[in-house]
């Protein structure tokens, strides 16, 4: 009779608790929801944010809804005031809870039912300690605060009794609005449950423990071929990402010498990969890996996307939020036509791939922006904004609020598209880089952004370059290089990635760093960087402006706004440009621009390949202006290094003939063997005996009298050119 009634009791006390469970899951739209909110200020014992962050997580995890909301970072604030005043919050009730409370909490709702004891000197096990919390619901807890040993049973009646206790204590004793408890918010109680697992000693170093972790909880971790997490240990002590880990039950590690070749850390590094590029699936490593921003070079293929979200607190609760579906950009500016007498800029802020600059410092840029712009004296030049598509779904809330704020201004996606990672490093034949364009071409269409910033792994340090600060005649856009062999592959490999974008959403690509590309790729712009803005002493808007200034009429391009840069050094370059030739524009602006200056007709040059040179024939189109014909059949006979082969041009003023073996000659006016190359473009070509010239026309006319450098300024006086091979 006695173990009946004991029975009857748990099984009712056990309802209490799940109706509670189900209570506190209900949508916020609902009168009964309930939100808890944490305030873990500065001098608050790290270990205790640490397991608050995890009970947090693991209480958002099993109500499937944003129950818990932790205050970290000074930003979490402005956060929370501005979900309180969101209609979708409007019927949403607010608690305030002491640690403690929140740690009662978790084991009321049955989100934990055991503790992970771990000794905070020995930092580099917390990522695995965090990893045994997600998999077991667990609450990790320091080593001089060890709970009470308990077995299943005995825990499963206590956790019955505590939520009772729970519960009438907050009624008895805690208002909703100041949070306030009978015990010490500091104080951890002894009665925690069963140890799941003592950690202390068990590793001597990051390896060991990265180790031990894939051999015994790779396999029972959610999403490994979808996600990990790498974060710094003094960073989960504070317990940024610790929630988000354990919600999701996330595979956690660190290995600081994980990009070193030969090591063990990069050994284990490639078993951690190698399940997601075996499945086909990109793999997100969210975080921060500061020794290499783009943690996909430390590995095998090159397809991990590093997502920057190490500073992110909360993605436990704003990933419990509605995804965004869709979102529609503000109409693209009116614009005059396009003008040949302008030079043509877009402001383009960086870093917006990175989740914690969105979080973090992005929301008081557009608020400082929104202010200044609120002034009928100001310019407000055109801003556009990186940002991250995969805010849709891991921080829906932010993205709403980011779009509320942005007016007249445009967003694009950071780089590169869907994340961070050099496309051309993965390999041609390797079906993930078909996936990375997918899902950049998704991304930009579900969120209304037509462009996105392209990095790539190539670099021109070792390029003849022609600039504009060293001839005043040539356009910066359109800058033409001597280019070593790896670059020509380069710049084929990014031509030939972009080309998959054409008939997407995708209209226009800007690259910072990576090899310079023609103008057009098929239908879709690209435009380079014209100056890094950053936060330097000679780097004021005044100096900004006159860089601008110097460049030629006709130019397109960007400047690339570093984080440091503030809104009102954006104004300031916008005041000192009025009335000049210099027009700031946004990138959708520049975009429909340089669609306006593109050549429509397709006049210039066909080669064709001829003679036992080549097997089958290759066909080449020149499209461009009359003048820049030439000029475009030089420019892809440097680009294609297959289809130049071992023909080295014997140049002479009018006629270009080349053999195999050949050498370079030179021109009057050129200062190196290697200018005549770009004589190339000034020449009227006559056939040879394995290339030929089939038709060309340059008009206006050049005049043998216009040699060297100034027959080439000529020539770069007129639209870009783009080459394009057929079959």
Not at 42 to 65: M, Y
Not at 141 to 155: E, F, I
Not at 321 to 340: D, F, G
């Amino acid at each position: 009779m006695k173990i009946r009634l004991t029975a009857i009791a748990v099984w009712l006390l056990s309802w209490l608790v799940f109706t509670v469970a189900a209570e506190l899951s209900d949508e916020c739209t609902t009168p009964n929801a309930t939100i808890y909110t944490i305030h873990l200020e500065d001098n608050v014992p790290a270990e205790l944010k640490l397991s608050a962050s995890v009970a947090a997580g693991l209480i958002n995890r099993h109500t499937q809804a944003p129950s818990v909301f932790n205050a970290i970072l000074p930003p979490d604030l402005l956060w929370l005031a501005s979900a309180k005043e969101d209609v979708t919050m409007s019927g949403c009730t607010w608690v305030a809870l002491s640690v403690v409370e929140l740690w009662q909490l978790a084991w009321s709702l049955g989100a934990t039912n055991g503790t992970v004891l771990y000794d905070p000197t020995e930092t580099w096990s917390l990522a695995t300690v965090v990893t045994l919390c997600g998999i077991h619901s667990a609450l990790p807890v320091a080593a001089s605060q060890q709970p009470v040993h308990r077995t299943r049973l005995h825990q499963w009646l206590h956790t019955a009794v505590t939520a009772v206790q729970h519960y009438i204590l907050s009624w008895l004793q805690r208002s909703p609005q100041d949070g306030s408890a009978s015990q010490s918010k500091y104080t951890i109680p002894l009665d925690l449950g069963y140890v799941i697992l003592d950690t202390r000693g068990m590793w001597a170093n990051d390896l060991q423990a990265t180790s031990w972790a894939i051999d015994h909880l790779f396999l029972k971790c959610k999403q490994t071929s979808e996600m990990v997490a790498i974060q710094v240990p003094e960073l989960i002590k504070q317990g940024l990402l610790a929630d988000f880990i354990v919600a999701r039950q996330l595979f956690a590690f660190w290995l600081p010498d994980l990009c070193q070749p030969g090591t063990s850390a990069h050994g284990l590094f490639a078993k951690i990969t190698q399940t997601a590029w075996h499945q086909q699936s990109l793999l997100t490593v969210i975080g921060y890996f500061a020794s290499q921003e783009e943690i996909a070079a430390c590995s095998q293929h090159h397809t991990e996307v590093a997502l920057v979200s190490d500073w992110s607190p909360n993605l436990s609760f704003w990933s419990r939020m509605t995804p965004v579906a869709t979102l529609h950009q503000s109409p693209a500016l009116p614009l005059p036509p396009y003008s040949s007498n302008c030079a043509y800029v877009a402001i383009i802020t960086s870093d917006g791939d990175s989740l914690q600059m969105n979080y973090n410092s992005m929301r008081g840029m557009m608020d400082t922006r929104a202010a200044i712009c609120s002034s009928n004296s100001s310019v407000c030049p055109p801003v556009s904004w990186t940002i991250s598509s995969r805010l849709a779904t891991l921080a829906p809330f932010v993205l709403r609020q980011a779009a509320l704020r942005w007016g007249s201004d445009s967003f694009l996606l950071g780089p590169s598209g869907y994340g961070f990672l050099h496309p051309t490093a993965i390999a041609p034949h390797d079906s993930l880089r078909q996936v990375m364009i997918n899902m950049t071409s998704a991304a930009a269409a579900q969120l209304d952004m037509s462009s996105y910033v392209h990095w790539d792994e190539y670099d021109n340090s070792n390029t003849h370059q022609m600039t504009s600060t060293q001839y005043s005649g040539l356009h910066a856009d359109e800058t033409l290089l001597l280019k070593s062999d790896s670059l020509k592959v380069g710049t084929a490999a990014m031509e030939g990635y972009i080309a998959n974008f054409q008939n997407t959403s995708i209209q226009a690509v800007f690259s910072p760093i990576t090899p310079y590309v023609h103008r057009w790729i098929g239908k879709v712009a690209t435009f380079r960087e014209l100056i890094r803005w950053t936060g330097s002493a000679t780097h004021r808007p005044s100096d900004i402006a006159d860089m601008l200034l110097q460049l030629s009429r006709g130019t397109m391009g960007y400047v690339y706004k570093l984080p440091d840069i503030t809104m009102q050094d954006v104004e300031d370059l916008g005041l000192a440009l009025q009335n000049t030739h210099v027009k700031l524009v946004g990138h959708r602006e520049l975009t429909m621009l340089a669609a306006q200056a593109k050549p429509m007709s397709a006049e210039g040059v066909t080669l064709e390949t001829a003679g036992g040179r080549t097997k089958g024939s290759s066909r080449w189109k020149i499209s461009g202006g009359n003048s820049t014909a030439l000029a475009g059949l030089a420019a892809g006979l440097l680009a294609r290094p297959a289809l130049l082969g071992t023909f080295s041009p014997r140049l002479g003023w009018g006629r270009a003939e080349g053999r195999a073996g050949g050498s370079k000659g030179s021109l009057p006016g050129t200062a190196s063997p290697a200018e005549p190359v770009l004589q190339l473009m000034s020449l009227c070509v006559y056939k040879q005996d394995h290339w030929m010239i089939t038709r060309y026309d340059a008009s206006p006319p050049m005049q043998q009298s216009q040699t060297g450098m100034p027959a080439v300024q000529h020539l770069l006086t007129k639209a870009p050119v783009l080459v394009e091979q057929s079959r």
